[in-house]
Antibody, heavy 121, light 108 residues
Framework: QLEIQESGPGLVKPSETLSLTCTVS??????????WVWIRQPPGKGLEWIGN???????NFNPSLKSRLTLSVDTSKNQFSLNLDSVTVADSAVYYC?????????????WGQGTTVTVSS | EIFLTQSPGTLSLSPGERATLSCRAS???????LAWFQQRPGQAPRLLIY???YRAAGVPDRFSGSGSGTDFTLTISRLEPEDFAVYYC?????????FGQGTKVEIK
């Protein structure tokens, strides 16, 4: 059974770079027919799509974050990562990783438990 | 950008009752790329419905999805205690992927 686990610093200072990693177990990050997604949820609010990529190289970013966002993958570790530059308090949120799969019309069928990020000095 | 508007914002019902949740899109959404998620407090979202009407594995058959074009519906035929949660619709036919603001189903 595929599982995803987010990890990150928990607390980031304003103007710094937020770095998060998702580790995939029980399956390969490079399998065809899957893509990998970042979602976030500010405290008490709804869900916001950050971006997604597939191993084949297709990458999409939320335009509202694109200028500050870098997504990368390390297939040797079965991990993918997010870097968000110049963070502000508005970037405080629970950050989730998820998988999409062709068999579910590329809906997000597996989610990590989320990691809470607070931006504060 | 496709905006999704969910209604009502809050639905107050008793266990055993039927819940009908609406999701309206600002543009036509191909049914294949419309999903519904359930989120319980302190938990990650869980996929319930994909392709507007297909249940994900392990989802009870009291959950059903329907609709096409700009109007989609999630129906819970008989509410169980564990169904009281927030529900989100989501489209991924067009970037940026977007979610509705959520409907909270609470115990009356």
């Amino acid at each position: 059974q595929l599982e995803i686990q987010e990890s990150g610093p928990g607390l980031v200072k304003p103007s710094e770079t937020l770095s998060l990693t998702c580790t995939v177990s029980g399956g390969s990050i490079s399998s065809s027919g899957s893509s990998w997604v970042w979602i976030r949820q500010p405290p008490g609010k709804g869900l916001e799509w950050i971006g997604n990529f597939s191993y084949s190289g297709d990458t999409n970013f939320n335009p509202s974050l694109k200028s500050r966002l870098t997504l990368s993958v390390d297939t040797s570790k079965n991990q993918f990562s997010l870097n968000l530059d110049s963070v502000t308090v508005a970037d405080s949120a629970v950050y989730y990783c998820a998988r999409t799969i062709r068999g579910y019309y590329y809906a997000m069928d597996v989610w990590g438990q989320g990691t809470t990020v607070t931006v504060s000095s | 950008e496709i905006f999704l508007t969910q209604s009502p914002g809050t639905l107050s019902l008793s266990p055993g009752e039927r819940a009908t949740l609406s999701c309206r899109a600002s543009q036509i959404v191909t049914s294949s790329y419309l999903a519904w998620f359930q989120q319980r407090p302190g938990q990650a979202p869980r996929l319930l419905i994909y392709g507007a009407s297909y249940r994900a594995a392990g989802v009870p058959d009291r959950f059903s999805g329907s609709g096409s074009g700009t109007d989609f519906t999630l129906t819970i035929s008989r509410l169980e205690p564990e169904d009281f949660a927030v529900y989100y619709c989501q489209q991924y036919v067009q970037s940026p992927w977007t979610f509705g603001q959520g409907t909270k189903v609470e115990i009356k």
